[in-house]
């Protein structure tokens, strides 16, 4: 089990998940908003090998969560764009998530090049917060200071 949990822990760090890392370095820690059973299983099918969904399935006592392996790979194909902002809007309006942190591993899982343009404001100059995401046509997504999105842009 520790040998699977290092290997799982490695896959984590590699994939640029430092709060996960941290959290799996520890031989137990308690479960909060942040790492809960639902952040676990999606970290874990995130650095799976093969095509693996979870389930949580409520009971009076809490959640078990399921794994689902040999998922079709139509679960796992590239969203359109119009897909992609319908889907992150539902998943920021459901649950509690750092926007940011949110949106560029969707499109890194998307497959989803961009850049991010950020800059300092001043006294005279409001500043910017904004990714960029090249689908067919560039999407702007638009952050204010606490790194909530305030908007998504997109030319037809």
Not at 25 to 46: P, V
Not at 132 to 140: R, S
Request: aromatic letters at 12%; hydrophobic letters at 40%.
């Amino acid at each position: 089990m520790a040998r699977r949990r290092r290997g799982f822990r490695r896959k984590c760090c590699a994939r640029g998940w430092s709060g996960v890392c941290r959290l799996l370095a520890s031989l137990s820690f308690e479960l909060d908003e942040t790492f809960n059973g639902h952040t676990l299983c999606i970290a874990a099918c995130g650095v799976a090998d093969e095509n693996l969904c979870y389930y949580g399935c409520r009971h009076d006592k809490g959640c078990a969560f399921v794994a689902i392996t040999d998922a079709p790979d139509l679960l796992f194909e590239p969203l359109s764009v119009h897909e992609f902002v319908k889907t992150a809007s539902g998943c920021i309006q459901n649950h509690d998530v750092d926007h940011k942190i949110f949106i560029k591993s969707f499109l890194e899982f998307n497959g989803v090049k961009f850049d991010e343009n950020v800059e300092k404001g001043g006294l005279f100059k409001k500043a910017k917060d904004e990714i960029v995401a090249k689908f067919d046509k560039e999407l702007l997504i638009k952050f204010d200071d606490k790194g909530r999105i305030v908007g998504f842009k997109y030319e037809f």
